[in-house]
């Protein structure tokens, strides 16, 4: 059974840009998750959407937004690109919304985006 | 805010003895504590999840400790392998239905 898929995998873009983040949960998870990971840190939480609705965000500007498709799949956006966005954005998705801490989660490879 | 600390960026030991990794937390204790693990360039890998009420977890050569008392939690690989090494992350719910926070990560490296 396939896992979490992201795509792309590796991104450039130029200050001031918009770009799009896509991810496919595994088969059957309804919620999706969304994480960025500087360089040396842990992965910070932006989203979680479950069944469609955004069901929590992290301490992350407007720029940033996401939503969920009616099959479970997710984007996320980001508009206006500053430096401090490069990183690695992840994806994990879980089976239902169980609450963080017991519901397990499966993260995908990440995108790397780089801001130039 | 809630703030976790591993106890070092990095750890170096030789194969076929046993790693411990800390997590510290300040403030309120979680309700949950996640251990993952992650490779270069991949995303977190689940290993273990521990409740506040459970003194310790197993699972193979993995083992878990949770002190509330200490606010504390290690993880212990026994019989390390090279394969072991990568970088491990704790990570805590407050109540079982807020968002993962993760520790920066210790990066272990088993030498053979």
């Known amino acids: 059974d396939a896992g979490v898929t992201q795509s792309p995998t590796h991104l450039i873009k130029t200050r001031g840009q918009q770009v799009t983040l896509r991810c496919s949960p595994i088969?059957?998870?309804?919620?999706v998750s969304w994480y960025q990971q500087v360089l040396g840190q842990g992965p910070q939480f932006i989203f979680q959407?479950?069944?469609?609705?955004?069901?929590g965000r992290g301490n992350f500007p407007d720029r940033f937004s996401a939503r969920q498709f009616p099959n479970y799949s997710s984007e996320l956006n980001v508009n206006a690109l500053l430096l401090g966005d490069s990183a690695l954005y992840l994806c994990?998705?879980?089976?239902?919304?169980?609450?963080?801490?017991?519901?397990?989660?499966?993260f995908g490879p990440g995108t790397r985006l780089t801001v130039l | 805010s809630q703030k976790i600390e591993q106890n070092s960026e990095a750890l170096n030991i030789q194969e076929g003895k046993t790693a411990t990794l800390t997590c510290n937390y300040t403030?309120?204790?979680?309700?949950?504590l996640q251990w993952y693990r992650q490779d270069p360039g991949r995303g977190p890998v689940f290993l273990l999840l521990?409740?506040?009420?459970?003194k310790e977890k197993r699972k193979e050569r993995l083992k878990v400790t949770f002190d509330t008392t200490l606010k504390q939690s290690l993880f212990h690989i026994t019989a390390s392998q090279p394969a072991d090494s990568a970088t491990y992350l704790c990570?805590?719910?407050?109540?079982?239905?807020?968002?993962?926070?993760f520790g920066k990560g210790t990066r272990l490296s088993v030498i053979a």
């Open positions: 403030n309120y204790s979680p309700a949950y």
């Open positions: 994990a998705s879980s089976l239902v919304l169980g609450g963080f801490g017991t519901d397990t989660q499966y």
């Open positions: 521990i409740r506040e009420n459970e």
């Open positions: 088969s059957g998870h309804k919620s």
């Open positions: 959407y479950y069944e469609k609705e955004e069901r």
């Open positions: 990570a805590l719910d407050l109540s079982g239905n807020t968002p993962l926070v």
